[in-house]
């Protein structure tokens, strides 16, 4: 068998989860233990990102023609990438999370929704709260004014009702 045939399903796997990503964030993984990658890649799964670690040339190829091409210029030395096809922040969030027990663990750069973002972006986009939280703060925001007015009603009743 010929070493191309051998390389085409894993560049079609990854061009699998490109296709359905939302974001792809590339770390350097190198100095990690085994238990902390173990630990990192059961964080990212319950959260439904992707992650793993290929050939750079794999990444480049698969990357061709799509936003996460402009990914190539990081993709020298160790390289894990973690895809996204839910939560876009969700790499990034999560990756972080784990960076601040694990400092061998480090950002490379990341494309989220089609933009480009370097390591100093990766660490901002890992700010962001995810989707549910937004809204539930907004709702919460949007809740409190009609909660006070229900509070100050019942409390204007009750002092007629003594009166």
């Known amino acids: 068998m ?3 045939e051998l390389k085409a399903p894993i560049i079609e796997e990854i061009k ?9 964030v590339i770390v350097n993984y190198c100095g990690i233990t085994v238990e902390q990658d173990t630990q990192l890649r059961k964080k990212l799964r319950e959260a439904g990102v992707v992650y793993k670690v290929y050939k750079n040339t794999f990444l480049k190829r698969a990357f061709e023609g799509t936003d996460f091409a402009q990914l190539d210029q990081v993709l020298d030395g160790p390289t894990a990438v973690a895809f996204s096809s ?3 922040t969700a790499p990034a969030r ?8 694990v400092p061998a663990l480090t950002f490379k750069a990341g494309v989220i929704d089609g933009t480009y973002y370097d390591e100093a972006g990766c660490k901002v986009i890992a700010t962001i709260p ?5 809204i539930s703060k907004l709702l919460g925001s949007l809740q409190a004014p009609i909660s006070n007015l229900a509070r100050v009603i019942k409390q204007i009743a009750e002092k007629n009702a003594e009166a």
């Not at 699998?16 to 792809?24: L, N, R, T």
């Not at 999560?94 to 027990?101: G, P, Q, R």
């Not at 995810?130 to 937004?134: F, V």
């Open 16 to 24: 699998g989860h490109v296709s359905e990503a939302k974001a792809a």
């Open 130 to 134: 995810s989707r549910e939280e937004l």
């Open 86 to 88: 839910e939560d876009a």
């Open 2 to 4: 010929a070493k191309v």
């Open 94 to 101: 999560i990756l972080a999370e784990v960076m601040k027990t």
